[in-house]
Antibody, heavy 121, light 110 residues
Framework: EVQVVESGGGLVQPGRSLRLSCAAS????????MHWVRQAPGKGLEWVSG????????EYGDSVKGRFTTSRDNANNSLYLQMNSLRPEDTAVYYC??????????????WGQGTMVTVSS | QSALTQPPSVSGSPGQSVTISCTGT?????????VSWYQQPPGTAPRLIIF???NRPSGVPDRFSGSKSGNTASLTISGLQAEDEADYYC??????????FGTGTKVTIL
């Protein structure tokens, strides 16, 4: 079964850091771009970041640029999101999503169940 | 990057059809056939139902169809069923090599 599973969420104070992980199974990570999408409580979806199959292209949404870093380890079928200088407005469910293309132009065809990140003092 | 514009809500009776619009700009929807649609029932993760404007992934009923004209994409749900009640989001690739989602539309079955 093709699936992705996020982990690493939790409660963190403003200004601190957190690292999310996404474990892929049932497919090879070499074959696709990967993305992070978040959803604040009661709000809509927001694209956070995308990384191409070989890490050659990495892009971020304006609200996280300069604070978040996306990386991947294809050998271990894993995706990561390093989140620094966290703000209360970063509070959201963070989804890992598989792209259906090698580059960032594809749709998001497999989603995890999400991991909750709460930024609060 | 501003969110794509969708109507907050649409409703219809079982068996009827509803159409959800998704309006962007010539930097996203208008320039790329990389528009996709997602269904999100309450408390669940989103699910891809349309990619590249009008293509359905395997397992998605043909009641769901997509189209695009200029800067506006549309999702039509024909023959509404109770299980179609959910939030729906469009998404587009952009000229900045990023993606952007729509504001979301709640579909209610009357």
């Amino acid at each position: 079964e093709v699936q992705v599973v996020e982990s690493g969420g939790g409660l963190v104070q403003p200004g601190r850091s957190l690292r999310l992980s996404c474990a892929a199974s049932g497919f090879s990570l070499d074959d696709c771009a990967m993305h992070w999408v978040r959803q604040a409580p009661g709000k809509g979806l927001e694209w956070v970041s995308g990384i191409s199959w070989n890490s050659g292209t990495i892009e971020y949404g304006d609200s996280v640029k300069g604070r978040f870093t996306t990386s991947r380890d294809n050998a271990n079928n894993s995706l990561y999101l390093q989140m620094n200088s966290l703000r209360p407005e970063d509070t959201a469910v963070y989804y890992c999503a598989k792209g259906n293309a090698y580059d960032l132009r594809g749709a998001f065809d497999v989603w995890g169940q999400g991991t909750m990140v709460t930024v609060s003092s | 990057q501003s969110a794509l514009t969708q109507p907050p809500s649409v409703s219809g009776s079982p068996g009827q059809s509803v159409t959800i619009s998704c309006t962007g700009t010539n930097s996203d929807v208008g320039s790329y056939n990389r528009v996709s649609w997602y269904q999100q029932p309450p408390g669940t993760a989103p699910r891809l139902i349309i990619f590249e404007v009008s293509n359905r992934p395997s397992g998605v009923p043909d009641r769901f169809s997509g189209s695009k004209s200029g800067n506006t994409a549309s999702l039509t749900i024909s023959g509404l069923q109770a299980e179609d009640e959910a939030d729906y989001y469009c998404s587009s690739y952009t000229a900045s090599s990023t993606s952007v989602f729509g504001t979301g539309t709640k579909v209610t079955i009357l």
